[in-house]
């Protein structure tokens, strides 16, 4: 769920806003990693590390072809929520992950196919023709590249066994991933084997007991190289679904430390092109070449620079201030992104640093409270949410929200790079129809409404004042429910008595998939998925519950083919809003900014952020 | 020939010295001009043709949401809203004033009847009176603000109540100050020998030599109240959107500074004049009072 609070709509809950990632900035200062590995190790990083640094930028004979070496210095001003790629859940996580992590699929730095997953870990994408995916569409089997190995000592492979081991972590009673629900029910046992683990004590041996002793029926490990999974149903997503970090390998190292736990960030062990080699919470972190990392093994990450410095201490102001300076220890966002009034002054300055990014998002959109008692129970009648959705208009809104360049209106569920999406509109503008929707549902004269926000959102403060003066037109009133961020979700939204005492009738609320492309699922499961998707466990906060979409949702999560799934999830759509469950608004563009030096800058939807794994830098601007 | 001098009394002694002091009159004529402004917002409104909450979304702002600058339709330009800068600041000085008047009344009534009572009765009364003050003025203002307006909500009657209750403090520990000194007083003594009451004698003997200095503090609390509304304002804990205040508009302005210099500055300068106003004339009234006693 995102929030509509800044410009960060990441995946789930925007981060800036997300009471759990506030919890997750840990104190005190990390040992790096390096000092753990053995002497031999330790010399062929420093050689390494030596050679890279001092070694001038190796510029290839063609003007603009990729330059290796140097040091990307990203700069921003929040952590990661884990260091812990079973667990992560947040973009700034997800970033870190990039350099030192890899998945089964990812998501390339290929302008065009940036939603579009691709093997990493794993040889090939699973189809039924190529025997990956059986006919039945229940088991995928996934065969891993030869070479990728872990950076242990000595290097091993990375193995099936690791990614089992790595599914099996997601559930631990400590710090399950947040992700979970989206696949709880679909991986065969895995339901079974976390509701045992839920029992465990909170320690490392006793999760390491636990995940030693217990399996989950449906993910396996076939010899060295092959992950087996089977399902409940056919789930056409379920490769999207892969390429969330959560699915990554863990070594068996991983057992020695509690899941998200500040121990295993100081013990990180890394598959990826980088490995850590400091990680001072909210304060810095530093990523080295991996010297165990093989480049014809990784199709996603061509690691052209030596080194990451992430700074976390610098606000969003200096960064965008030393972004545009284009000195040569700035070169990227980290977690910072422009600041809305530097935006404006860059898109009329066609700066062509600025990337306005697809983030596939429905952020920020109005949530209908279907059970308020409000107004003798106006809000549950179809004809009333209609109406205040026909006294909307999406253009005010999206002027306050920044302009069109910066939000893609949005005017059904699924925004457009999103499989199953169709574009249509069915509650246009039009104050006429809802004063005659009103005189219908025969409501009490001067109906006053209640509009739940964050009082220390910028949006939504803009939002309420531009909606509060649309409904006044056809005689509506609304009154503000300003609520403090921290609060927002835990005391009202995800609070079900808030709802139905009425507190508020309208909230303002956001959502982006946990993946993206065949993404359709991220968005109905959790919010429009009748009561499994009730708060707190979902994100249905206006208890929106039709037997038709419920049966629609489900019939198009077991489609067998993306075809099938595709056409279920449009009539989805269609139903939700025939049912004017809530008034989408925009598919937010995400701004990002490098320094002029950052070249083959790729905005990659996932990570809400340019891949710095595939960046390289303009000679005489390699940092240090 | 002789001449003969008028006899004056100690407040016209005030308004004598008062009048001469140029500073405080300029400040005072600024004051009016400022409650005049308030009076008349409706008047603002209705010579420029703007709602105070009325958004002008094709001519107060750009297609991408950015505020207009001043303008022969909108003189001050327009806020992030499009709503004319002018118009709110005008009823902005409604609530700013309302806050200032209202808070410091409140402050100086409570502080005035703790500091005549503490400095006259003493003993046990002044005891606790006085560690109260203590307590008071020991607490930090914000963070119990932020702290109490995050339970009950924000609202422009709880900012009264949180600023009068956080002010009335040091009215009353200069007013008990003040009044341990006169209970000692001849006069005080010869009206207590008379057989004159407790209260009597606060009232007419005690009150009216506590009167200058109080409202020497009470011009100079007046601005203080209002940077404290305009601050629980600008953090988000004033009245909630869409009142007009001056500290709400600095903080939405923030996000704008770089692109829309009008929307920090007017509602900032509005702030700075009101609050310089009301301090140059409590000094002004406090070289008066000190100059009548002389």
């Known amino acids: 769920m995102s929030s509509i609070g800044g410009s960060t709509p990441t995946g789930r809950m925007a981060e800036s806003e997300h009471p759990m990632f506030m919890l997750c900035k840990q104190g005190g200062l990390l040992r790096p990693r390096a000092i753990l590995v053995v002497p031999v190790l330790c010399l062929m990083m420093v050689l390494s590390a030596c050679v890279t640094e001092t070694t001038p930028a190796r510029n290839t004979a063609r003007p603009g072809a990729p330059l290796t070496g140097g040091t990307l210095n990203m700069l921003g001003s929040g952590d990661v929520d884990y260091m812990d790629p079973n667990v992560s859940y947040y973009t700034a996580g997800y970033l870190g992950l ?527 | 020939m002789r001449e003969w001098v008028e006899p004056s009394g100690p407040w016209r002694m005030v308004w004598k010295q008062l009048r001469r002091d140029w500073v405080a009159v300029g400040a005072a004529v600024v004051i009016l001009a400022i409650v005049g402004l308030a009076v008349c917002a409706p008047l603002v409104a209705q010579v420029t043709r703007h709602g105070v909450d009325t958004q002008y979304r094709t001519t107060g702002l750009t297609a991408d949401g950015l505020p207009r600058p001043p303008s022969r339709e909108f003189w001050l330009g327009t806020d992030d809203l499009g709503r004319d800068v002018l118009v709110r600041i005008a009823y902005g000085a409604r609530t700013s004033l309302l806050v200032g008047v209202a808070a410091t009344g409140m402050a100086v009534a409570i502080g005035l009847v703790a500091g005549l009572v503490a400095g006259y009765f003493g003993g046990a009364v002044d005891t606790v009176v006085a560690r109260l003050v203590d307590l008071v003025l020991s607490l930090p203002f914000l963070l119990f603000a932020i702290a109490l307006v995050s339970v009950t909500g924000p609202g422009l009657a709880i900012v009264i109540v949180v600023i009068g209750a956080f002010s009335w403090a040091s009215v009353a520990r200069i007013v008990r100050g003040l009044v341990l000194s006169i209970r000692e007083r001849e006069y005080v003594e010869a009206a207590r020998a008379l057989g004159a009451s407790s209260w009597r004698i606060l009232r007419v003997a005690v009150l009216p030599n506590v009167a200058g200095p109080v409202l020497v503090y009470t011009t100079l609390l007046i601005p203080t109240v209002i940077v404290a509304e305009a601050t629980l304002s600008f953090l988000g804990l004033g009245a909630p959107p869409p009142t007009p205040t001056w500290g709400a508009m600095l903080n939405e302005a923030v996000h704008y500074y770089q692109v829309a210099w009008w929307y920090v500055v007017f509602p900032g300068a509005a702030l700075l004049v009101t609050t310089l106003a009301f301090n140059l004339l409590g000094d002004g009234i406090r070289d008066a009072v000190a100059g009548a006693d002389r």
Request: glycine share 6%; hydrophobic share 40%.
């Open chain 1, 98 to 624: 990039r350099m030192w992590s890899r998945q089964l699929f990812a998501y390339p730095a290929r302008p065009g196919k940036t939603t579009m997953p691709a093997p990493d870990l794993a040889t090939q994408i699973p189809t039924r023709s190529n025997g990956g995916i059986s006919a039945d569409g229940l088991t995928y089997t996934i065969t891993l590249r030869q070479g990728v190995r872990w950076n242990t000592n000595p290097p091993r492979p990375v193995t099936a066994a690791d990614v089992v081991r790595g599914l099996k972590r997601t559930c631990n009673p400590a710090q399950p991933f947040g992700g979970m629900p989206d696949f709880r029910d679909l991986i065969v046992g895995y339901a079974k084997f976390c509701d045992g683990f839920a029992r465990v004590p909170q320690t490392a041996s006793a999760i390491a007991r636990y995940i030693n002793r217990h399996e989950i029926a449906g993910a396996t490990a076939r010899g060295e190289r092959t992950a087996v999974f089977r399902l409940t149903h056919p789930a056409t997503y379920f490769v999207e679904m892969l390429t969330l970090p959560a699915f990554s390998p863990a070594p068996v190292e991983y057992l020695r430390y509690v899941p998200g736990s500040l121990e295993l960030a100081r013990n990180t062990i890394s598959n990826g092109p980088y490995q850590i080699e400091s990680y001072r919470p909210t304060k810095e972190i530093v990523f080295v070449r991996n010297p165990v990392w093989d480049r014809s093994t990784d199709p996603i990450r061509k690691a052209y620079v030596d080194k990451i410095v992430v700074d976390q201490t610098v606000s969003q102001e200096s960064t965008q201030l030393q972004l545009q300076a284009g000195t040569e220890s700035a070169d990227m966002e980290w977690d910072n992104f422009p600041p809305s009034s530097t935006v404006a002054a860059l898109l009329s300055q066609r700066d062509p640093n600025l990337h306005l990014g697809a983030t596939s998002s429905s952020n920020p959109f109005l949530v209908f409270n279907i059970v308020s008692p409000n107004n003798r129970r106006a809000m549950a009648k179809l004809p009333v949410r209609r109406a205040i959705a026909h006294a909307i208009r999406r253009r005010d809104l999206i002027q306050a929200l920044g302009g069109p360049k910066l939000n893609e209106p949005l005017t059904h569920v699924l925004p457009s790079t999103v499989m199953g999406s169709r574009n249509f509109d069915i509650y246009p503008y039009n104050p006429g129809k809802t004063r005659r929707l009103l005189t219908q549902a025969k409501l009490p004269r001067g109906m006053t409404l209640k509009f739940l926000y964050r009082s220390d959102s910028e949006a939504g403060r803009k939002v309420f004042t531009t909606l509060q003066q649309n409904l006044r037109e056809v005689g509506i009133r609304l009154e503000g429910v300003a609520v403090p961020n921290a609060d927002f979700f835990t005391k009202y939204l995800q609070v079900p008595s808030v709802a139905r005492r009425g507190v508020w009738d309208i909230a303002l609320a956001g959502w982006a998939p946990d993946w993206h492309g065949d993404a359709a699922a991220s968005f109905f499961g959790p919010l429009f998925s009748g009561k499994k998707s009730f708060p707190p466990a979902g994100s249905n906060f206006g208890f929106y519950n039709s037997p038709v979409t419920n049966r629609l949702i489900r019939q198009a999560m077991a489609a067998p083919t993306k075809e099938q799934a595709a056409q279920l999830w449009t009539q989805v759509d269609r139903q939700v809003m025939r049912d004017a469950a809530f008034y989408p608004i925009t598919n937010p563009r995400q701004p990002n900014y490098h320094a002029p030096h950052v070249r083959n800058a790729v905005f990659i939807p996932a990570l809400q952020n340019f891949d710095p794994t595939n960046v390289w830098l303009e000679p005489g601007k390699h940092g240090g």
